[in-house]
Structures are given as C-alpha cells and as structure tokens.
C-alpha cells in the first residue's frame, strides 16, 4: 500500500509529515484518507456512496476516510492530488478533536479552515466547482511547488513550505466553498457582492489568489475588468467600503498573519511570499496596522493557541503534546 506520509531525507531527524502529492491522478485507486483532488480539466463518471455523478473539471474533489468513492469512466482527465491528514495543518486536528463540537470554536478563535468539504459527506460539499480560469492557473501552480517542495527537500524549511502552499490551496478552497454554500458562514474578507457587480467579484478573486504577486497593483486590477481606475474605485469602495489599494494591501498583511501563526518560515521569506516588495517595508506595514513586529505576533498567537488547545483537549491528548 501507498505509504501516506512523506519522510525527511536530507536531515537527520527524519521528520515525516502527513501528506503526498500525486501530480498525475487518475482517480482509480483513492485509498482510505483526506484527499484533496484538484480537477483540472475533463469529465467523469463516479459513484459517491452508491449515487452515480457525471462532473467535469476545473473543480476541486474532497474526500474523507470514511466515504465510498468508485470511479466508473473518465475521459480527457487532467488532475493532481494531496493525500493528507488535518494535523499538517496543526496538530491538534486530530480525528478525534475535529469531530468534536469545540472544533469549531476552536477554528473561528484561531482562524483555521473547518474543513467542512472534507467533514461533509453530501455531494455538494464533497464536489466544489466552478473555479474561474485565474483560479485554475493558481491551483495548478499551488499543487505542482508542493509536489516539488516534498520531492526535493531544498532546506530545512520545507516542511513549513509545503504547509505554507497547501494552506493556500485550502483557503482558495474555503471561499469557493462557502460562496455555493453561504448557508455554511463565510471566511474573513469576503463581502456580499450585489448583482450588477461582477467586475468587482473578478478583483476580489485575482486578489484572493495573485496577492503574492508584487506586480499586482490597483492599475492592473482595473486593467482586468476593462474599467478605468477611477470607476473601479468606485464601484469596489461601494461594495466593500474600501479602495482596491487598502484592500490588496489588508489581504496581503492577513496572508501574512496566516503563514507567521501556521510556519517557522523567517520573516523575509514570509514577506516575498506575501507580495511585499521588501521584509522592512513589510515589517513596518505590519507593526502599523497590527501594533506589533511579526515575530512578537507569532510568538503571542502560537502561545494563545496552545492555551486554548489545552483547555479545549481531553487531558490525555493534553499530556501527551
């Protein structure tokens, strides 16, 4: 059987982490566990807990251990896969805490995506499509740095790498997610778009997946949606009750909060990753708009996250962190 870990073998430790990524799925063998596909392009006949489904692609396919999956037929597949367990992304997810209902207060108090495609067993959860062409280049991007990430093990950072990058799959995921299931919440920064406003979901949606680009700027943006910057700026304030500019800017600094809370990545690499031009003009960005440096928010975060880990964790799994 496939082993469902990937092993440190440049270091001495020998780490391994919950996760492999199969940059060629064909979907006829999904062994029990997360999986995360990403569905590039062509079509697909399979059965979901005895329902028969016919999808096409570009989409996302998320599955857990315990559903029953059957692929019947595909054809034109183009797909990539992460095989993972939630513990990757912290490691209290544990089976036994996500299905717990202190999961989600601990998810909302710390920001961490609930997993719902993966914990729901419907269809609609388990198939997420209609990703934009932005979205798919993004996706395809994403997933082949993580398989590089794991197959060469470039430094001692590659672990917190390959978290960094599997965290922006997910939350790529999460606004796809919710904006077909409202019902289900909404992540922070997303906005209700009213109808009419569809140039406005376009930037909304280069920003959430082209944030690390330092080229990105409020001209570009207008550039996009074939609009004049001072319309944009307009319509978008109208909708979100901010500037493009402000916006971009917020979004990259959250992003930011994201890899420092979740990675041991060193401030210039979460910078650039960021979309920040520079770690000093990122750092001071940073301590005006959270009144703190970036290594004393990641110091004060991670320890308010093990204080509430400890008083949400049965005290066998407390003892044994």
Not at 283 to 308: H, I
Request: aromatic fraction near 14%.
């Amino acid at each position: 059987m496939e082993k469902l870990y990937t092993v440190d073998r440049a270091h001495p430790l020998e780490r391994k982490i919950p996760m492999v990524c199969r940059k060629r799925e064909t979907l006829r063998e999904v062994p029990p566990h997360y999986f995360l596909c990403f569905i590039e392009k062509g079509c697909l006949e399979f059965l979901l807990e005895d329902t028969r489904h016919v999808c096409s692609g570009p989409a996302f396919l998320c599955l857990n251990p315990w559903q029953e999956f059957r692929l019947l037929s595909s054809r034109g597949l183009k797909a990539a896969s992460i095989l993972f367990h939630p513990r990757f992304i912290n490691k209290n997810l544990t089976d036994e805490f996500i299905r717990k209902a202190e999961f989600e207060d601990f998810c909302d108090l710390h920001d961490v995506f609930k997993l719902y495609p993966f914990l729901h067993n419907d269809f609609r959860s388990t198939f997420v499509a209609g990703i934009p062409p932005t979205i798919t280049t993004r996706v395809h991007s994403l997933f082949h740095i993580t398989a590089e990430e794991l197959e060469k093990q470039p430094d001692w950072y590659w672990t917190c790498r390959t978290r960094s990058y599997f965290m922006d799959i997910l939350s790529i995921l999460e606004r796809l997610y919710y904006n077909t299931c409202p019902t289900e919440g909404h992540p922070l920064y997303d906005c209700v778009i009213p109808e009419g406003y569809d140039d406005v979901s376009r930037i909304l949606f280069t920003i959430w997946s082209q944030y690390y680009d330092p080229s990105l700027t409020t001209h570009r943006l207008a550039e996009i949606v074939n609009c004049d910057p001072s319309t944009v700026y307009r319509r978008f304030k109208r909708v979100t009750g901010t500037t493009t500019g402000e916006y971009l800017i917020d979004y990259r600094l959250y992003e930011a909060t994201v890899k420092l809370r979740f990675t041991g990545l060193d401030v210039g690499e979460i910078a650039f990753q960021s979309g920040f031009s520079s770690e000093s003009y990122f750092c001071r960005l940073f301590k005006a708009r959270y009144q703190v440096t970036p290594g004393e928010f990641r110091r004060r975060t991670v320890e308010e996250r093990k204080r509430a880990a400890n008083a949400l964790l049965p005290p066998l799994q407390k003892a044994a962190q």
